[in-house]
Structure formats: C-alpha cells, structure tokens
Nanobody
Framework: QVQLVESGGGLVQAGGSLRLSCTTS????????MGWFRQTPGKERDFVAA????????AYADSVKGRFTISRDNAKNTVYLQMNSLEPEDTAVYFC????????????????????WGQGTQVTVSS
C-alpha cells in the first residue's frame, strides 16, 4: 500500500506562484510514474502533469504548458508541481497520484490508470 500526502496549497493572487509537494510512503517510489490532477466542484478530475519513474519523461495538459513544471526526487520519495503565472482558472483541489511502471506511458493522462491517490490540497487563485 502506498500513501500519498500533498502539501503546499493555499491562496495566491493571479500571476503568483505556488509549489505543491507530494510525499509518498514506502521504499518503492521509483517504481511509480507520478501524476498531478485537479478537480473543481461538480466536474471530473482533470489531468495536469505527469512524470516517469526516472524523471526522464514528462507530460502536461495544454492549459498549463509553459507555466507548470513537474519534477521528482526519488531519494526523498517526493514529486513536485511548480506552478507559475497562476490564473483564477487554476483554482481547484490538486491531487497527486501514483501509477505503476508496468502500465506504461501511453495513457498517462487518464486518471483510471493510477492506483493510489492523495487526499488533495486546495489551490485558490484570486483575481
């Protein structure tokens, strides 16, 4: 069982920055591809970014490309999401998720492929 704990959310003005962190339990962090998703009330959970187990591959939603950066530190069992130039439309609960390596990369944007999820952290961007 893998437990994921997100942190770093909060209230920020438009144009500002936040860095989310997601720390996982266990000693198998490097066997997981990791993703960030976000969700607003009444809507489905949307893909934001993903990073491969080695950090060698990344993927981003079009809406965040050039503004958000995903990274990971396998020695610290942590994945990060650096969010710059935040917009009110980025307001959501952000979730990190772990996906086992053997599932591959082709459908990395689909939430259904992720086995473990954190509880989420609220990000609110004021205009």
């Amino acid at each position: 069982q893998v437990q994921l704990v997100e942190s770093g959310g909060g209230l920020v003005q438009a144009g500002g920055s936040l860095r989310l962190s997601c720390t996982t339990s266990g000693r198998t962090f490097s066997t997981y591809n990791m993703g960030w998703f976000r969700q607003t009330p009444g809507k489905e959970r949307d893909f934001v970014a993903a990073i491969s187990w080695s950090g060698g591959s990344t993927a981003y939603a079009d809406s965040v490309k050039g503004r958000f950066t995903i990274s990971r530190d396998n020695a610290k069992n942590t994945v990060y999401l650096q969010m710059n130039s935040l917009e009110p439309e980025d307001t959501a609960v952000y979730f990190c998720a772990a996906r086992m390596r053997f599932r591959g990369w082709d459908d990395i944007t689909r939430a259904v492929g992720y086995a473990y999820w954190g509880q989420g952290t609220q990000v609110t961007v004021s205009s």
